[in-house]
Nanobody, 117 residues
């Protein structure tokens, strides 16, 4: 079992920046991929970005060039640097991890991102 705790959410002005963090514990040494998802009110949860253990990244088209995912394996932490934030980026952001034999099946509680225009 792994526990994931997100932090860094809050209120940001459109065009501003925010950095989310997620710390994993409990079975962190077996983690393979790490990812950020988000869910806006009335919308389905969508993957924003993911990063492999060795640092390969993928981004949703809507955030390419604005968001950067990174991880520190020594700290069992994944980050999401959000720049040039838009109102449509608002929502609850969730951290998720995968293991070698699973998908992104393990989730944190989420952190709220609110964007003021």
């Amino acid at each position: 079992q792994v526990q994931l705790v997100e932090s860094g959410g809050g209120l940001v002005q459109a065009g501003g920046s925010l950095r989310l963090s997620c710390v994993a514990s409990g079975n962190e040494y077996s983690i393979n991929g790490m990812a950020w998802y988000r869910q806006a009110p009335g919308k389905q949860r969508e993957q924003v970005a993911q990063i492999s253990y060795v640092g390969h990244t993928n981004y949703a088209d809507s955030v390419k060039g604005r968001f950067t995912i990174s991880r520190d394996n020594a700290k069992n932490t994944v980050y999401l640097q959000m720049d040039s934030v838009k109102p449509e980026d608002a929502g609850v952001y969730y951290c998720a991890v995968s293991f070698l034999t699973t998908g992104f099946d393990y989730w944190g509680q989420g952190t709220q991102v609110t964007v003021s225009s």
